[in-house]
């Protein structure tokens, strides 16, 4: 697990999360720990083994 600050995609706070980066491509949810809307969290590890976090609102 490795800690990210990121802003919230809603309410624009910086919050900090755990991403779980094991070596997998993930999509999952998680609420904003400030406004309680949800965050599409999409974590993806290309060929050079290299981990990359987006995250998106729940509308886009």
Excluded: W
């Amino acid at each position: 697990m490795e800690e990210h600050n990121i802003d919230c995609p809603y309410c624009g706070e910086s919050i900090s999360v755990l991403v779980d980066s094991s070596g997998e491509d993930q999509r999952y949810y998680e609420d904003c720990s400030v406004c309680c809307r949800p965050i599409l969290f999409e974590v993806c590890e290309d060929m050079a083994g290299s981990t990359s976090l987006s995250i998106k609102r729940d509308d886009e």
